[in-house]
Nanobody, 121 residues
């Protein structure tokens, strides 16, 4: 499975961005998908996940601001990010695995290359 993340950029605090992750797999609909992020000097952390059936989970730090969704017809998973904060600045990665709702990076088998999100105050 190849994953291609896009949509990152520079945004002012309070703004919105939508990240996309396009997958190559014909069996995309059977994968759980996750978004993670990694800020400089910090460990990669779970942001949001979506199961193959559409169930979702998100980190407390982004609840109410970020929404994960998927379009199986387009083999794409999205991360809508609203009310961005400077602490959201990081490289964002999408990942595919069996479950998609777990927060452990080891439970994901495939990773995209990452897209940079920078939020200025």
């Amino acid at each position: 499975v190849q994953l291609q993340a896009s949509g990152g950029g520079l945004m002012q605090a309070g703004g919105s961005l939508r990240l996309s992750c396009a997958a190559s797999a014909r069996t995309f609909s059977s994968y759980g998908m996750g978004w993670f992020r990694q800020a400089p000097g910090k460990e990669r952390e779970f942001v949001a996940g979506i199961s193959w059936s559409g169930g979702t989970s998100s980190a407390d730090s982004v609840k109410g601001r970020f929404t994960i969704s998927r379009d199986n017809a387009e083999n794409t998973v999205y991360l809508q990010m609203n009310n961005l904060k400077p602490e959201d600045t990081a490289i964002y990665y999408c990942a595919a695995g069996i479950y998609g709702l777990v927060r452990d990076t080891l439970m994901y088998d495939y990773w995209g290359q990452g897209t940079q999100v920078t939020v200025s105050s």
